[in-house]
């Protein structure tokens, strides 16, 4: 069996233009999940299986859920955690994520996937979070285009008004205090407010 390396993964979305996340952001997740002792993840968008391999290899004793609704995209990631041996920690689900019915709690859920769909993600999951867990959620600047959009195309401002109406509606919203942070490509960290 072929072992790969990270770099083996990072060269792969670099050439097949698969959005993985930004090196700062990344290492930024992985020092969090270290930090504060995170143990069951979920995860909203597989794509390769690069982030969830990289979170599962902090701590041997981390388990990472993981869903992906690209065929394509299920199969490489499946190839790349058996190839880090990761097969028993990381479990790939092929489904759209609004259509997975989940009952375990999470320490700490992250959502890296469709981003029109950042709002019914939250609102999907948000109950499968331990009181104390934390929503982390990437792409929040979308390379810039979230503070201008001006010369972008009509698609491209669509996804852009979203992903403004999601920071919005954390912004607002009366459970949850969330914390926006320009590291990578934009990321947010939300808690649940203590009662």
Do not use: W
């Amino acid at each position: 069996m072929v072992h790969l390396r990270i770099d083996d993964l990072e060269e792969y979305a670099r050439i097949n233009h698969v959005p993985i996340m930004m090196s700062d952001g990344i290492e930024f997740l992985l020092e969090y999940i270290k930090d504060n002792n995170i143990k069951n993840i979920l995860e909203i968008g597989t794509a390769i299986g690069y982030s969830s391999i990289r979170m599962a290899l902090v701590n041997s004793d981390i388990k990472v859920t993981t869903i992906e609704r690209d065929s394509t995209m299920y199969n490489e990631a499946i190839k790349n955690i058996k190839s880090f041996n990761l097969s028993s920690r990381i479990n790939v689900i092929y489904k759209d994520a609004l259509d997975v019915e989940l009952n375990d709690k999470y320490d700490l859920i992250f959502i890296d996937a469709a981003k029109s769909k950042y709002i019914k993600f939250f609102e999907k999951f948000k109950n499968n979070l331990n009181d104390n867990g934390v929503i982390v959620t990437d792409n929040l600047s979308f390379h810039g285009l979230v503070i201008d959009s001006s010369n972008c195309s009509r698609n491209t401002k669509q996804l852009v008004k979203k992903i403004q109406n999601y920071i919005e509606f954390l912004k607002n919203n009366n459970e949850y205090d969330t914390e926006f942070l320009s590291i990578g490509d934009g990321i947010s960290i939300t808690r649940k407010k203590l009662s």
